[in-house]
């Protein structure tokens, strides 16, 4: 027997016309059954939950970068609304802020709500991402998302009242999450009440005060993944330099975490030592993030001999390591720096891996060097179990401020004594939070590699 059990999304909607999510692939539920639960839509005691606090509409959106969490979190937000009281109306905005002020969004029907775990299993936006920056008009004129002489948040503001929405859920990164506190702002000052809540996604991990953002542990372990094929290529060529470019514009966290979580899975690797082919070979022997300083003669003479000893060397680098010398050096050169639309130096322009590949290359006497990035390999991926399991309990917790009328950015409160999930206010949130370096997990890595521990310096955001 088959049952109907896969979500398309209508993509090619009518402006300002919200239209529904059909269900229509079969797969055997023999292979399903155990994943996909529907949801019980009928149920009166479930629908007591909601009552008469219960929100009439609500709207979705993601923005910014992939994240392995976007669609995830979507899945329990719908499963949490169906729950509480399957009446409420849930739309998605198609393509993030773009989708909002074209006035493009899907509806999900009760169908799809009885099936919408099955988001949660998978990568990427199942609603699509953009980057768009309300208040930056000429760019939002220039894209064509609204004409000149426009407010782009008036018009964002004026879609969300005519489709009558009442809490607006932003999955995204800071700027995704102020940028729609600054809308509810705005509405709220225009008589119209507006909760919004979000959530918090970045695999950088470097939003104030949210201790662990959504996606950012699989985006590591994703990032170890991959780099346990590339490392094999050491064997392609003699002396070989490998360098793993990690994303992480400002923050370290997620180049320190993927090293972390390769090291753990070498450790259990059996190699054979007896001819040479031996763990020191595989291992990670340096890991550069932008909090530390980084002496680039000193460690060189330090890898030099590495080199030696075991025929390559492999690097871990931030792609904000070192950023602000290379846009130094580009500038200083007649170079533009290009830069989207919150003002952010495009990295694939800097090319941070290629540069660390140059400085060291001919220093430690490399015959080949390779620079691999993980990144897009990393946060497209769907998330882990333990991801799945935050961001669950992040959704039930989002869904709950909902009801209750409360704004803010769900996530763990760095600032609380227990580290308390809550709505956490939108005046504190913000990018650029640092990587701790002085966590006790880091300097013990560092010292394994044999990388001495340097100077913390500051990191402009």
Not at 408 to 418: F, L, S
Request: net charge neutral; proline share 5%.
């Amino acid at each position: 027997m088959k049952v109907a059990v896969a979500v398309f999304l209508a993509l090619a909607c009518t402006a300002s016309a919200s239209v529904p999510i059909s269900s229509t692939t079969t797969l055997s539920s023999q292979s399903q059954s155990a994943r996909i639960v529907p949801l019980a839509s009928s149920s009166p005691t479930l629908r007591l939950k909601g009552g008469s606090a219960s929100p009439k509409k609500v709207a979705i959106l993601t923005a910014g970068g992939l994240a392995p969490c976007l669609s995830s979190a979507i899945g329990y937000l719908v499963e949490q609304y169906t729950l509480m009281d399957p009446n409420i109306e849930i739309i998605a905005y198609v393509d993030g802020y773009k989708g909002l002020l074209q006035g493009r969004s899907v509806k999900f029907t009760p169908e799809v709500r009885k099936i919408a775990t099955v988001l949660t299993t998978h990568g990427g936006s199942c609603i699509g991402n953009s980057r768009v920056k309300l208040t930056n008009i000429p760019d939002c004129v220039k894209r064509g998302l609204c004409k000149e002489g426009c407010d782009p948040q008036k018009v964002a503001a004026d879609q969300l009242v005519r489709d009558g929405v009442s809490v607006l859920h932003t999955i995204g990164g800071d700027d995704t999450n102020t940028a729609a506190a600054e809308l509810a702002k705005y509405l709220k000052n225009n008589n119209y009440d507006l909760t919004v809540v979000g959530l918090p996604k970045t695999i950088d991990n470097d939003v104030y005060p949210i201790r662990l953002s959504l996606g950012a542990n699989t985006a590591a372990e994703q990032g170890a993944i991959f780099f346990r094929n590339v490392v094999n290529e050491a064997t392609s060529n003699p002396r070989m330099l490998i360098i793993h470019e990690v994303m992480g514009r400002h923050c370290g966290w997620l180049t320190a975490a993927t090293a972390r979580k390769y090291k753990d899975g070498l450790a259990a690797t059996v190699v054979m030592p007896g001819i040479g082919f031996d763990q020191r070979k595989l291992d990670v022997h340096a890991c550069y993030v932008p909090e530390l300083a980084i002496s680039i003669d000193q460690e060189a003479n330090r890898l030099k001999k590495i080199m030696d000893e075991t025929g390559n060397v492999n690097i871990f680098i931030s792609e904000g390591a070192g950023v602000e010398d290379i846009i130094k050096e580009m500038e200083a050169a007649g170079k533009e720096v290009p830069r989207d639309a919150f003002g952010h130096p495009k990295l694939d322009a800097v090319n941070p891996g290629k540069w660390f590949a140059e400085q060291f290359s001919s220093k430690v006497g490399a015959e080949k060097t390779m620079v691999q990035k993980s990144g897009y390999f990393a946060r497209s991926s769907a998330p882990n179990a333990e991801d799945r399991a935050l961001i669950k309990q992040c959704a039930i917790k989002a869904v709950e401020c909902a009801f209750k009328g409360v704004g803010g950015v769900v996530g763990h409160d760095e600032n609380t004594e227990h580290l308390e999930l809550r709505a956490c206010e939108f005046e504190r949130i913000a990018g650029g939070k640092p990587f701790d370096v002085q966590e006790a997990w880091f300097k013990a890595m560092l010292k394994e590699i044999g990388q001495p521990f340097t100077a913390v310096v500051p990191v402009a955001h």
